[in-house]
């Protein structure tokens, strides 16, 4: 049976120099009451101390969950796929403070249910001619993880190449749900996302190991539905029931409760629901213009998540559209920024690594993703930004098995100003920072691996946008008041293929009303040749 005990008796049960596994998606199910008190032990009484700290989805947003563990000794070793919500984190892994390792989101949650039945590791296609492949980095992605061995190997079977992720020892699981009974049982209706509670826990126990859950509610025995208990209690070994739940058991940062996001409720849409006009609104427009109908896509973080959904439900493709999430998410409306990786009036919510296995098996029919840095043979960079690591997040898991990628990005960044109106777009200020570059800073996106699989490639940006055609960048679009020399080459630090076929972006994309996609056909959303 659990024992319920406090935050401070739970931390003082995590050994320095253990491995600590954490469960949670960005800012959404964090176990903050637990955090913050690894973070006052640590600052007070130096313990825990260099812990070995592995997370999938990185559970963190501004100064709460991991970035509370950003002080000097108290981490020694990571191991996650994203670091962008906890900068001060991504700092220590840049300075070399932290002994660093980027792994896909999907892999690393199908690698714990691999430590749970105690098997040689996961075994992968996802990630080869990436950062994580040996051949580039093996996903080592600081100077102290470079001295050391990693833990992905490559290796062939029946003659093709795959990637090995070994197995790691887990002391320690911190996770979260919303209730307990006295026994130990845990459920999760409060939560807005199904996390990898189980296949944590269950490596842990697996290592002989400790798991610590904190809720919110304490029930009494047999209260409990038995299909809603996500975490039986025989791989639970010690609760914390958050004191104060409004600040330190939110379902996100932007959400305390919100039941038609935790699946109890669905809203009537809003029909007034309207993106105000931007160059993001443009961007993500462009890119929902490539949908057909009847498929089944994904969005990621960023101008993706941010956009496509919200104009999928303004422009009413719902019908003919399911959209999925990376934490688990079908159908409703995605919500972006803080809280992405929740949805609005889902029509499902499965499991974490069950989503991975959808992902990396079948694949969507349409991925839209964001972009840091793009070059001349379409390589992506996403994952390492001015120096410093941010990860993939479920990136590279997704990008490679999608029947289509979209890319949506700003053709600048760093202070773009743009004028926007009927007669198309005109750059007010230029962004600072190329992102058209003549090598990325790393490979998130391999574009010469993804002409091989025949994957179909786009990228979107407010003023072009491009195919990879033969391990090529193609120019094919540019928008009404645009200049190519001037506003497209000139701000590239390589010289695209302009295709002999160039057209000029449809100007209902500018224009402050509904664009009516669903009425246009497809072959129509973009006019006549201009060059």
């Known amino acids: 049976m659990a024992k319920w005990i406090s935050a401070e008796e739970a931390v003082a049960l995590i050994p320095d120099n253990s491995s600590v596994a954490f469960a949670g998606f960005l800012s959404t199910g964090v176990p903050e009451e637990i955090f913050k008190q690894i973070e006052k032990s640590f600052l007070e009484n130096q313990t825990p101390k260099n812990l070995t700290v592995v997370h999938a989805a990185c559970p963190s947003e501004g100064n709460i969950g991991l970035s509370r563990l950003a002080h000097d000794g108290l ?10 919500v906890a900068p001060k984190i991504g700092k220590m892994i840049s300075e070399n403070k932290i002994e660093a390792y980027g792994v896909s989101q999907g892999q690393l949650v199908l690698l714990f249910r691999e430590m749970a039945r105690k098997g040689p590791g996961l075994i992968s296609k996802i990630g080869l001619n990436t950062f994580l492949d040996p051949d580039l980095e093996g996903g080592k992605i600081n100077d102290l993880s470079k001295q050391a061995e990693g833990f992905i190997k490559k290796i062939q079977i029946n003659g093709e190449d795959y990637l090995h992720y070994l197995p790691i020892n887990l002391d320690v699981a911190v996770l979260r749900g919303t209730s307990a009974d006295e026994k130990g049982n845990i459920t999760v209706e409060d939560e807005g996302v199904l996390f990898e509670n189980l296949p944590i826990a269950q490596a842990v126990k697996a290592n002989g190991g400790k798991v610590i859950v904190q809720v919110k509610n304490r029930v009494k025995n047999g209260t409990l539905n038995p299909k809603n208990v996500q975490i039986p209690s025989i791989f639970v070994d010690y609760i914390v029931q958050a004191k104060n739940p409004i600040e330190t058991h939110r379902i996100s940062t932007g959400y305390y409760v919100d039941y038609s ?12 629901s309207f993106l105000p006009l931007s160059t993001r609104k443009v961007i993500g427009r462009r890119a929902v213009c490539e949908l057909k109908g009847n498929e089944i896509i994904n969005a990621g973080v960023g101008i993706p998540g941010d956009t496509v959904g919200k104009l999928i439900n303004e422009e009413g493709l719902e019908d003919g559209i399911t959209s ?10 995605p919500q972006g920024g803080e809280d992405f990786g929740l949805t609005q009036n889902a029509e499902a919510i499965i499991e974490h690594a069950a989503q991975f296995d959808y992902y990396n098996g079948t694949g969507v029919d349409v991925t839209f993703m964001g972009v840091a840095e793009v070059d001349a043979s379409g ?5 390492k930004m001015n120096g410093r690591m941010v990860g993939c997040g479920g990136f590279i898991d997704i990008t490679q098995t999608a029947k289509k990628v979209i890319f949506c990005t700003t053709f600048t960044a760093g202070g773009l100003e743009v004028e926007i109106n009927d007669s198309g777009l005109k750059i007010i200020k230029e962004g600072r920072v190329k992102k058209f570059v003549s090598k990325v800073s790393q490979v998130t996106f391999n574009g010469p691996y993804a002409s091989e699989q025949n994957t179909p490639v786009l990228y979107v940006t407010e003023r072009a946008v491009f195919k990879l055609e033969n391990g090529q960048m193609v120019l094919t679009e540019i928008a009404p008041g645009i200049d190519l020399e001037k506003d497209i080459l000139q701000q590239m630090d390589f010289e695209p293929v302009i295709s002999d076929d160039l057209k000029e972006m449809d100007l209902r994309l500018f224009r402050d009303e509904k664009m009516g996609i ?9 006019i006549e040749k201009v060059l």
Do not use: C, D, F
């Not at 981490?75 to 962008?84: A, D, F, P, Q, R």
């Not at 999925?324 to 409306?333: A, H, L, Q």
């Not at 669903?518 to 973009?526: E, F, G, T």
């Open 75 to 84: 981490v020694k070793k990571i191991v996650g796929s994203h670091w962008g």
């Open 379 to 383: 390589n992506i960079n996403v994952s």
């Open 261 to 272: 996001i935790t699946g109890g409720l669905n809203l009537a849409k809003n029909e007034e």
């Open 518 to 526: 669903k009425n246009i056909p497809y072959q129509a959303r973009v």
């Open 324 to 333: 999925t999430i990376e934490s688990g998410m079908y159908g409703g409306i």
